[in-house]
């Protein structure tokens, strides 16, 4: 079920990129023309802040690295156009199997969709999601995930696994830019004992999950305690958070 090489080697260039709308709300107060980021504005703004975006930047990034690497690989989503949209990418490696690639969610590694390959595993498995078992459930357009969590729930999602076209797709993207909602979200995967958690900053409140269940953190009231702790978990540039943070303050 894990992925090959040459998919994974490109994968594990954004081990460490959060997924998080603090970014949206910045270009959406810095630029006029509300468009989505190019890949190169995107690794400028990496380099500069230490920042990265949101699902839908996310996926643009792992496109462009996949197609640098020469390995086939495409859009996929669900309720674009929506407060609901989640998008992520499907990569085709050598012997055409695909792998679903979820930076949005923030997925440990890629995971095998075909459910006609002889490496398929019907059963839930460990070490693709953070705190959870993933079971797949595959029919060639659609595919279901099962998340087992520790405390005994089952989460689902479905993911359609057409390949979007890139130009729906791009205008998917700037419709999201565009929907600011008034709640700073981030998430990013963080080391804790043997295994990668999962770190979520929400609505002024942070959790980690873990395979040990979900730690809620104390409320943290000042915003440079905020910003210091964002800081630790990602790296994020300070002066940068305090901007951004500010700014959700005053919407």
């Known amino acids: 079920m894990r ?22 709300l910045w270009i959406y107060n810095k630029r006029e023309n509300k468009k989505q980021r190019d890949v190169s504005l995107m690794r400028e703004h990496r380099q500069q802040y230490g920042i990265t975006g949101n699902c839908f930047d996310l996926t643009i990034w792992l496109l462009d690295e996949f197609k640098k690497a020469g390995i086939k690989a495409y859009p996929i989503g669900h309720s674009l156009k929506t407060e609901d949209a989640h998008v992520a990418v499907v990569a085709i490696n050598e012997n055409g199997d695909r792998y679903l690639c ?8 890629p995971i095998l969709l ?32 099962l998340y087992y969590r520790p405390n005994g729930k089952i989460s689902r999602q479905i993911y359609h696994t057409e390949p979007i ?11 999201s830019q565009n929907l600011i909602k008034p709640k ?10 043997k ?22 953190e104390p409320k943290l009231e ?8 964002i800081h630790q978990k990602t790296q994020y540039d300070k002066e940068w958070l305090i901007h951004v943070l500010e700014q959700y303050k005053n919407l």
């Open 3 to 24: 992925p090959t090489e040459s998919i994974l080697a490109t994968w594990e260039k954004f081990h460490d990129f959060p997924m998080e709308s603090l970014t949206k």
């Open 102 to 109: 979820d930076l949005g969610d923030q997925w440990l590694t």
């Open 114 to 145: 075909d459910s006609n390959n002889e490496d398929f595993i019907r059963e839930p498995l460990s070490g693709f999601f953070p705190a959870a078992k993933v079971q797949v459930k595959d029919d060639n357009k659609n595919t279901e995930i």
């Open 165 to 175: 076209e890139m130009s729906t797709f791009i205008q998917a993207a700037e419709y």
């Open 184 to 193: 700073p979200l981030l998430e990013c995967r963080v080391p804790y004992k």
């Open 195 to 216: 295994e990668i958690a999962h770190w979520e900053f929400y609505n002024w409140e942070s959790f980690l999950s873990t395979s040990e269940g979900i730690m809620k």
């Open 222 to 229: 000042h915003l440079e305690e905020i910003v210091e702790k």
